[in-house]
Structure formats: C-alpha cells, structure tokens
C-alpha cells in the first residue's frame, strides 16, 4: 500500500521509511505540515504515519484538514509526546492508533495492518482466490496448500488484486500501490511481478486484459 510518512528526524525517518519498503509499501516521505498538506490534496494514501512536533506547525492540522474535507484515511500518530491529554487530543482529531517514540518498526507494521483491515471493513483476514489463499494477518500466500516464497513487492501485487477480485486493476494502479515519488520505476517492472507471480502461484491465478489490466478470479 501507499503510504505518506510525515517526520521531520532524518535518523527516524529513513529507519521508518526503509522499514515500511521492506515490508513492500510505497513510502513518500514529507518533513512538514506545508508538504503533507499538498501531498493528501493531490494523492490518495493507504494511509498516514504523522509527527505532531514539526517545522512548521502541529501535525494535528494536516490530521484535522484530512477529516473536515471528508478523508477516512487511517492515520497513526508517532510522536514523543506521551502525556494523557495529547493522546486524547489526537484521537478526537481523527486518529486511529498513537504509537510513543522511540517504537518499533515492526510495530509500526502491526497496527498500519490493523487499521487498514477495519478501514476495510475486512475483518476476514484470508483471501481466497481459486487454489491462493493469501493470509493478511500473516502476510503469507498458500498455493495448493504450501507457503509461496513471494517477495514484498510481489506480496503486494497479490494483496491488491485479491483485495479486488474479479475487478479489472491497471498496470497505473499496481505502480501508484507500490511505488513512491521519488522511485524510479523500470518499465516492465510490473509485468515482471505478474510473471514471477504465475510462477509461483499458477498460470492461472492472473488473466491479463491486454493493455488494460490485470485481474484475479474469485473462483481461479
Ligand atoms: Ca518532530
């Protein structure tokens, strides 16, 4: 999934940022509240990792502008503030989980996960498509039963098109779920992912609407 990280520590930024890329999401990283804003006016998120302490102003405001225009995308607050008051303040902004500095990463994951899934309303945690069984909690493909040794960007390819079963999804979409501003994508990145995925999850799991798009079928 995309993801806007706003953090002003270069240290904990590229930690979050590369631990967020391990786990195969796009990071687009802002240092302060100006950049965010223009960020969630012209893209869509999966969801937000957001400083309060910044430059230039509290992290509360991108936070508040996201809810009053409408936007249900999940945030999760990081900051060292820890005192009662704070974590009340950012909850009633809209918030859906605080994490106090210093965390970890992989926590971090755990709880983007979590609120994503009932952003979702996706309680379910296993997709199923044909013989693919794809566990969100897990982060784990099953092909005929067997755990697939899949990479994160692959992971990723399969969330989004399991997510969207037997809905077209373009090639633009799968880049703008993987990838953040500043990657450089090579051309056939994409359709190296599908093939790899075919490989290892059947020839069949994928159809391929050429030059439209890609597609998984509920029933494989
Ligand atoms: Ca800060």
Same mark, same amino acid.
């Given at each position: 999934m995309r993801i806007l990280l706003i953090e002003d520590d270069e240290m904990l930024g590229e930690a979050v940022r590369d631990g967020l890329a391990q786990e195969g999401h796009a990071v687009d990283w802002v240092r302060d509240c100006a950049a965010a804003l223009g960020a969630v006016a012209s893209w869509s998120f999966g969801a937000l990792v957001l400083d309060l302490g910044l430059p230039d102003g509290d992290g509360l405001g991108v936070l508040r502008w996201?809810?009053?225009? =409408?936007?249900?995308?999940? &945030? *999760?607050? *990081?900051t060292a503030r820890d005192r009662i008051g704070d974590r009340i303040a950012g909850l009633d902004a809209g918030a859906d989980d605080y994490l106090i500095k210093p965390f970890d990463i992989e926590e971090l994951g755990a709880r983007l996960r979590a609120i994503t899934r009932r952003a979702d309303g996706c309680t379910d945690t296993l997709l199923t498509a044909g013989e693919v069984v794809l566990d969100l909690r897990q982060r784990m493909v099953r092909y005929q039963g067997?755990?697939?040794?899949?990479?994160?960007? @692959?992971? %990723? &390819? !399969?969330e989004l098109l399991m997510r969207r079963a037997g809905c077209? *999804?373009?090639? %633009? @979409?799968?880049?703008? @779920?993987?990838? =953040? #501003? /500043? /990657?450089?994508? !090579?051309?056939? !990145?994409?359709?190296?992912?599908?093939?790899?995925?075919?490989?290892?999850?059947?020839?069949? #799991?994928?159809?391929?609407?050429?030059g439209r798009g890609y597609r998984v079928d509920n029933a494989g």
């Open positions: 996201l809810r009053q225009n =409408g936007r249900g995308t999940p &945030v *999760v607050i *990081v067997t755990p697939a040794a899949l990479t994160a960007r @692959e992971y %990723a &390819v !399969a077209l *999804v373009t090639r %633009a @979409e799968i880049e703008e @779920e993987l990838y =953040g #501003f /500043d /990657d450089q994508i !090579a051309s056939n !990145a994409i359709e190296v992912h599908i093939h790899n995925l075919r490989r290892k999850l059947g020839p069949g #799991f994928i159809t391929n609407l050429k």
